[in-house]
């Protein structure tokens, strides 16, 4: 009589609502909250916050981040998405579900590491791979210790987009930085330093000595000057050809400060002069897609200084979306961009 089918009417039978509506997981993805859910339904990826800020050094916020990642959703929920230049579905590809939050424990850096290398563990257990929305860029160092535990400790490659190269043994004696994050993964053994790709640095860090350190272990660091000099298409061709000859899987960490404050503002020590959101998009799409990862985290979104329509937590969410369709585009079969 209304023009609307008969019987009554439920979510689950219009399964396209507005991104405001319902519970707010990522991307209105159903929500798994134990190892035996990710196995029941046989979930691809399981994408987990990290609301951790208690690392950071600098303007703080980031523990706001994962939910501010989470609701900057489009207007349905991205089963029916499909990307438009692979033609890649992602959603019907790979079974992707909300994971929720570690447990941080506020003001006990300690406790809470052990907490999320935990997470990383049990979501790896259950042959899902994470994607975990910090969060200060602390959280790497328990996150990647958990998949470098499950894949063979220095069996792992890191490719790491960032404007900050977090290799500093410590910050004013306090070894839990979150510019400290890099340098604990490569010095316990968890991943190799030859193993390690920066790509985006850029500013006035790190310091002479640190910088020494990296080429001493052997990190393949790639500046915004080789960028600017090359391009970043042939930096990451050259940067994913190399790690190709290195270990079988990959874990990718996004800063999202690697991109320029212009597009990203929203994050606590922007640099300027870095990658725009189309190229940290597709520098995110390729590594899944060409390279491909068995784990991921994209840090250091910081509400509080985002711009008023939310465009670092919605660069964000897009970074988690050209993952999961790199990740569909390599397990079809489709080969890389370049
Ligand atoms: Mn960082």
């Not at 707010?24 to 035996?36: A, H, N, W, Y």
């Not at 316990?188 to 310091?207: C, D, K, M």
């Amino acid at each position: 009589m209304d023009g609307r089918p008969p019987g009554p009417i439920s979510l689950s039978r219009y399964p396209v609502e507005p991104a405001w509506l319902g519970i707010p997981t990522f991307g209105k993805l159903p929500l798994c909250q134990t190892p035996d859910d990710l196995r029941a339904g046989e979930v691809d990826i399981a994408i987990g916050g990290a609301p951790w800020d208690g690392t950071n050094q600098d303007r703080g916020g980031a523990h706001l981040g994962p939910r501010a990642i989470r609701a900057s959703h489009l207007a349905s929920p991205p089963h029916s998405h499909r990307h438009h230049a692979s033609r890649v579905s992602p959603f019907e590809t790979l079974v992707v579900c909300d994971y929720g939050d570690a447990h941080v424990v506020v003001g006990d850096p300690a406790l809470t590491f052990r907490n999320l290398q935990e997470f990383v563990r049990e979501i790896l257990s259950a042959g899902s791979l994470p994607i975990v929305l910090g969060g200060d860029h602390g959280i790497t160092w328990p996150c990647a210790t958990a998949v470098a535990e499950h894949y063979g400790r220095g069996e792992l490659a890191l490719i790491h987009l960032d404007s900050h190269a977090d290799t500093a043994p410590d910050f004013q004696g306090n070894r839990y930085s979150h510019s400290s994050s890099i340098r604990h993964l490569i010095e316990e053994g968890a991943v190799r330093g030859e193993h390690v790709t920066q790509i985006g640095l850029r500013g006035y860090f790190p310091p002479p000595e640190i910088q020494d350190w990296m080429d001493e272990v052997g990190i393949r660091a790639h500046y915004m000057t080789e960028i600017e000099d090359r391009g970043l298409d042939a930096v990451i061709s050259g940067a994913l050809a190399a790690a190709s000859s290195g270990p079988a899987h990959a874990y990718l960490t996004v800063d999202i400060d690697v991109a320029d404050p212009s597009c990203a503002p929203g994050t606590g020590a922007p640099e300027p002069g870095g990658l725009t959101s189309r190229e940290l998009l597709k520098a995110v799409r390729r590594v899944a897609a060409e390279l491909g990862i068995v784990a991921m985290d994209i840090v250091e979104v910081n509400p509080a200084y985002d711009a008023g329509n939310g465009i670092t937590a919605r660069l964000a969410h897009y970074c988690v979306l050209e993952a999961i369709t790199g990740t569909a585009m390599r397990k079809l079969g489709h080969g890389g961009e370049e």
